[in-house]
């Protein structure tokens, strides 16, 4: 199913539908700051499953990340931290980076790295906000599969035409960005830039 939503001001029973697509286990492509991204709901291992397929990666190696609707959600799923990279978070966030931190033990296993740490994303997105909101809780972060030689996909239309029959909705929320999050390593305590992308380095 291709979905328009309003990039602007998200149509309720729309955010509704997908809301109810992930509950049910479903995959869905969505739009964020950056590049749109491949996801589902955090909680629902055979979907978590279906997207390392999909991507065709080993499900042990995938680097997923997930995303929070705001900090004080952020602070369920990652172990507390120090002030200054609190007021880093607060400074970059809602925003286009994505943070490695210490995971909780709310944070689902296969979703940590092998240094019991995970990437947590807050986009300045509407309709990202509205559907983490609405589900209750994060939602899986993926970038799309892709050739190594081909740009990220910008136009929904065309992502439909190639993944609709491996996912169940894809929102066109319009033309995407065709740069990537900035990733950050806070996990030993100072801010380490692991890629460079659409988030400025303010630090």
């Known amino acids: 199913m291709l979905l328009q939503i309003h990039p602007d001001n998200p149509q309720p029973r729309n955010i509704k539908t997908v809301v109810d697509c992930l509950k049910r286990g479903g995959v869905i492509i969505y739009p964020t700051d950056t590049i749109y991204g491949i996801g589902c709901d955090i909680s629902n291992a055979d979907a978590i499953a279906r997207i390392a397929r999909i991507k065709k990666v080993e499900l042990k190696k995938a680097q997923f990340s997930f995303i929070c609707s705001n900090l004080s959600h952020l602070s369920d799923y990652a172990k507390s931290v120090d002030t200054p990279i609190f007021r880093l978070l607060k400074a970059a966030l809602p925003g286009q980076y994505t943070f490695i931190l210490q995971a909780s033990k709310l944070v689902p296993k ?74 950050v390593d806070c996990t030993s305590g100072a801010p380490e830039l692991i890629r460079e992308g659409a988030g400025k380095v303010i630090w």
């Open 110 to 183: 296969m979703m940590k790295t092998k240094k019991d740490a995970v990437g947590i994303r807050i986009p300045d997105n509407k309709i990202c906000q509205n559907i983490v909101q609405e589900l209750g809780h994060p939602i899986m972060s993926a970038s799309l599969p892709m050739d190594e030689d081909v740009p990220y996909l910008t136009d929904p239309d065309v992502m439909h035409d190639i993944f609709g029959n491996l996912v169940d909705i894809v929102i066109d929320g319009g033309i995407g960005n065709t740069l990537a999050s900035t990733i």
